[in-house]
Each structure stands twice: as structure tokens, then as C-alpha cells.
């Protein structure tokens, strides 16, 4: 069973601070990794994604991937109440099969 | 960019009739799309992946008998929900995938189906 897991929160942070979600995978041969922000109601944002390890920065987010440890991660610097959401991990195994994490809550206190 | 529609945005139907919901990719050409799932605060649930003129893969446990799925041109998938009943209401989300090298996914909005 391949899976993508993730803590589920909620996280919570105050306003100004950095926020890090944290995604596990089991298959080793997953080759892209992928963000999304998801709203109470609505419907997921891709708002990262990352292929080669190492970092990779987008204004206030940075994602981080590690494939030797099979981890990748999602910073968000000077958080804002605004970033409160759930977030998404999703890893593709293989053409276009992409697996979803269940996601992590992130709650930024103002 | 990368900007998929999906209408409608919310129905409501009776039990024993059928809801179509349609994606549609706006600026950019979908060989792929996929259709989700999603009950109150669970995770998304695929449920098939199409391509462009062939028959959807569905995912073990859905019915592909009562999910009819058309992936009839490379910006437009329709979702048919047949014989509806009341747990069949739930968020159903499509997305897109812009061609066969890159494999990011881009979302609709989701269509919110409740039965009655």
C-alpha cells in the first residue's frame, strides 16, 4: 500500500511566526511532490511543487524535499491568519497516479 | 494559468434521479483529469482518472455502473451521479492535469451535491 501521511493537526502558530508541515511517503520511486492549500468548503490550490531534493523557495513558502529519507516539507515564513487552512501533501508514484496525504490543519493566531 | 471550472457549484436532487456535473479546463489542454470525493472534514477520495477519448480508470469500490464519466474533448470531463441517494451527497471535486510531462494537478472549485 503506498501512502503519503501527514500529521493532522491542527498546528497551531502565532501571526509572524514560521509554520512547517511535515510529509512522510513510503514509495521510494515517487518522483514529484506537490502542496495544496485547502479551505473550510473549498477545493485545493496548488501553491508547490518539487521534483529534486533540496530546497525550493516561492515567496514565503519554501518546500523541502529529502527522497533518501522520504520526506518533504512545507515552510511558511511570517505566517498570517490568512495561511489558516489545511494543507496537502500529495506524491505522484508513477504516471499520473498522485496520492494524497489526509492533510494538516494550520491555525496562524492573530 | 492552469484555471478549471467546474458547474455546477452546488445541487440539490431527489433520490432515483441523476445529476451531471461538468469540468472543463479553461486555458490550457487536460489528456488527464481526474474526479474526486470528499465528505465533512476527510480527506479527498479519487475516484477515476480519464483520459481524452478512452474509458476512466475507476478506483477499487467505486461503481463505475453509477459514475459515468465522459471524457469527451481535451478541456471538458463530465461526472453523471445515476440513481442518486441520500449518502451519494457529498463534495465532488474534478482536476487537470495540463499534458502527458508534467503531472501537477489543478483543481475546480467542486460541486457540493446533496440528496434528498
Known amino acids: 500500500q503506498k501512502e503519503v501521511e501527514q500529521n493532522s493537526g491542527p498546528l497551531s502558530v502565532p501571526e509572524g511566526a514560521i509554520a512547517s508541515l511535515n510529509c512522510t511517503y513510503s514509495?521510494?520511486?515517487?518522483?514529484?511532490f506537490f502542496w495544496y492549500r485547502q479551505y473550510s468548503g473549498k477545493s485545493p490550490e496548488l501553491i508547490m511543487f518539487?521534483?529534486?531534493?533540496g530546497d525550493k523557495e516561492d515567496g514565503r513558502f519554501t518546500a523541502q524535499l529529502n527522497k533518501a529519507s522520504q520526506y518533504v516539507s512545507l515552510l511558511i515564513r511570517d505566517s498570517q491568519p490568512s495561511d489558516s487552512a489545511t494543507y496537502l501533501c500529495a506524491v505522484n508514484t508513477g504516471g499520473f497516479k498522485t496520492i494524497f496525504g489526509a492533510g494538516t490543519r494550520l491555525f496562524v493566531k492573530a | 494559468g492552469a484555471v478549471v471550472s467546474q458547474h455546477p457549484s452546488r445541487v440539490i436532487c431527489k433520490s432515483g434521479t441523476s445529476v451531471k456535473i461538468e469540468c472543463r479546463s479553461l486555458d490550457f489542454q487536460a489528456t488527464t483529469m481526474f474526479w474526486y470525493r470528499q465528505f465533512p472534514k476527510q480527506s479527498l477520495m479519487l475516484m477515476a482518472t480519464s483520459n481524452e477519448g478512452s474509458k476512466a480508470t475507476y478506483e477499487q469500490g467505486v461503481e463505475k455502473d453509477k459514475f459515468l464519466i465522459n471524457h469527451a474533448s481535451l478541456t471538458l470531463s463530465t461526472l453523471t451521479v445515476t440513481s442518486a441517494h441520500p449518502e451519494d451527497s457529498s463534495f465532488y471535486i474534478c482536476s487537470a492535469s495540463p499534458g502527458q510531462v508534467r503531472d501537477d494537478q489543478y483543481f475546480g472549485p467542486g460541486t457540493r451535491l446533496t440528496v434528498t
Open positions: 514509495d521510494r520511486g515517487s518522483q514529484s
Open positions: 518539487i521534483y529534486s531534493n
